[in-house]
């Protein structure tokens, strides 16, 4: 256990880190999970729009740290990908 107080600070702030970085995260995961539900449906103008709201939730985690941006950029790509692929098939 925190003994000094310098240590007991950084006890509360890494915490109060913890939980808004998972709800963060959770946002992501709930914005990408929205648009590959579009997709398998196979509703490309709801996975347009899905699409569109996801990607500044994506772009946010990233720029915050929460994500690698080469994680970001890559869903990003694949969930445009297959976007892409429903008009042609």
């Not at 107080?5 to 914005?31: G, I, M, V, W, Y």
Request: no cysteine; aromatic share 2%.
């Amino acid at each position: 256990m925190a003994n000094s107080p310098q240590a007991r600070k950084r006890a509360r702030q890494a915490e109060d880190h913890r939980q808004r970085n998972a709800s963060q995260r959770s946002t992501l995961r709930t914005a990408i999970k929205k648009v590959i539900k579009a997709i398998r449906v196979g509703d490309k103008a709801a996975a347009s729009e899905a699409y569109k709201a996801a990607v500044p939730v994506i772009d946010r985690a990233a720029g915050k740290g929460l994500v690698h941006a080469n994680k970001a950029a890559r869903h990003k790509s694949r969930l445009n990908a297959h976007i892409k692929a429903l008009a042609e098939g």
